[in-house]
């Protein structure tokens, strides 16, 4: 019962091994590699088994059937061997490989359809190597060139493996251990072709060969599996210098804004403070005429409006948007907008042209005092570039969406000023920027702001040859409800 035992041990280690890399192959990346192997050991495990079922015949038809089962086990591993070995030695697939798979295949056939052993044909006792309690069946001359084709495909692969990887530790070790195996099989199949009944040696022989694999291959994975938690820590530590470095940056890009805005602030406020100072230093005087005297108290009121529409701007700008939406009639509110624009834009805005052109829903969902202020804003401008009158156009059309985008309205607001140049235009919804000498940089800037918190975006172009474009884009249904945080200021430079 030596042999079967032995049978059984080979079976069981490379069950172990090849259910092992199964696992493996399924956590791993490297799949390919690790369950090739595993289906190399398992292949030899159904192998081992065969022998061990033939050591225990008591018939020669059971003899072919067990022997048979081995042949298929070792079959199977050529075309397991051929594809392993390759990506084991970081190489890609040579030939020898691919006929190693085509091999296997093609010996399953033959192997399936009996014409490897003759069981009607028994070699004589006392012509044994190996056990030989067992009754052995001849090997048909298929069987012979069959196992001998095997035997130089395995040989080519080797060979072929050998002759790059020599060098180095995992090449030297496959080719050793392989060699090993190789020889027993052809020892083994000259034997077996001469007529002797030779015992399981093959799948004890390819023990070395799995095992020293099995090893080199685990070393491997622990070998990864250290320098992964290495450049881990490492990943670990960048990012927490990254994240130290960003945080910095952040700080100081916040001391610089407040830097910027307490430059522009100031000077924003010095020059009316100073038109003020003097306005008052001239009021003190007992000696002024009565006309001069009505000029300082206007200059004193324009002054103080103009600081008092720098803060109301500024703290539009700064203070987070928060949207109240109600169904809002944008023409009445457009038409009051103009309205009052033209009136306190004085005399010279009464050669102004209004036309209306609004294609769109009677209402819009918007907040009323939002989008009013947002319009104020644009028409504003729109007025104050037309000092000796002209057009003013506002055009309302509905955007049609695509893919996942929503339909829009637009709603242009169309001066025939001067117009703004590109640079003008790049910058003009930077806050604090202005071309206006009583202006104070916000207007823009809040009106996109506006258009964001509504889920739209504001643009500007050039109407033609003269006169500005400005268009507000909302969305047509109404969006998430959303606030709307004012970005980090950046100054005009």
């Known amino acids: 019962m030596l042999w079967p ?8 280690v490379y069950t172990i091994v090849g259910a092992s890399y199964v696992r493996l192959a399924t956590i791993r990346r490297l799949g390919r590699e690790y369950g090739f192997f595993a289906a190399l050991s398992l292949s030899l495990a159904v192998a081992s088994l065969g022998a061990m079922f033939a050591t225990m015949a008591e018939d020669t038809a059971a003899a072919e059937r067990a022997m048979r089962f081995e042949l298929l086990g070792i079959t199977i591993s050529i075309g397991a061997l051929g594809n392993f ?10 030939r020898p490989g691919h006929v190693a798979t085509a091999f296997a295949a093609v010996g399953l056939v033959v192997l399936l359809s009996g014409m490897i052993f003759d069981p009607g044909r028994t070699i004589p006792a006392g012509r044994s190597f190996g056990p030989a309690s067992f009754p052995t069946p001849a090997m048909t001359p298929t069987g012979v060139v069959i196992a001998y084709l095997g035997l130089v495909v395995a040989i080519a692969i080797v060979v072929d493996v050998g002759r790059s990887e020599l060098r180095t530790t995992t090449g030297r070790l496959v080719f050793a ?14 034997l077996r072709a001469m007529g002797y009944a030779v015992g399981p040696w093959f799948p004890l022989l390819l023990a070395p060969f799995i095992l020293a694999v099995a090893a080199n291959l685990l070393t491997r ?42 430059a522009v602030i100031a000077h924003e406020v010095r020059n009316p403070l100073a038109v003020l100072k003097n306005a008052v230093s001239g009021l003190r005087r007992d000696t002024l005429s009565p006309d001069i005297r009505e000029t300082l108290h206007g200059i004193l009121d324009q002054e103080t409006d103009r600081l008092n529409r720098l803060v109301r701007d500024l ?9 109240s939406r109600v169904d809002l009639p944008v023409r009445t509110i457009l038409e009051r907008v103009i309205g009052h624009a033209i009136a306190g834009a004085g005399p010279a805005a009464e050669d102004v042209e209004v036309a209306l052109d609004l294609d769109l829903p009677e209402t819009v969902r918007a907040d009323a005092d939002l989008l009013e202020r947002a319009f104020a804003h644009i028409v504003e401008n729109a007025v104050q570039a037309m000092p000796n009158g002209g057009r003013l156009d506002v055009v309302g059309r509905r955007v049609p969406g695509y893919d996942d985008l929503p339909s829009l309205l637009s709603i242009s607001i169309i001066d025939s000023g001067e117009g703004m140049d590109t640079l003008v235009r790049s910058r003009a919804k930077e806050p604090f920027f202005t071309t206006r000498q009583q202006g104070t940089g916000l207007g823009l800037a809040i009106v996109e702001r506006v258009a964001a918190a509504h889920g739209g975006h504001l643009e500007l172009a050039r109407n033609g ?29």
């Open 177 to 190: 251990t392989i060699t090993v195996g190789l020889t027993a099989w052809g020892v083994v199949t000259t």
């Open 85 to 94: 070995v390759y990506p084991n030695v970081q190489r890609p697939t040579g």
């Open 221 to 262: 994975w622990v070998d990864v599996d250290d320098e992964l938690a290495r450049r881990g820590r490492e990943l670990e530590h960048a990012y927490v210098e990254l994240r130290e470095a960003q945080d910095q940056l952040v700080r100081r890009e916040q001391l610089a804004a407040v830097g910027e805005l307490s």
């Open 5 to 12: 035992a032995i049978m059984a041990s080979c079976a069981a």
């Open 315 to 323: 703290l539009s700008y700064a203070r987070p948007i928060h949207i």
């Open 465 to 493: 040859e003269s006169g500005t474009r400005v268009t507000i884009f909302l969305p047509e249904t109404e969006p998430p409800t959303r606030s709307s945080h004012p970005p980090a200021l950046r100054p005009r430079g």
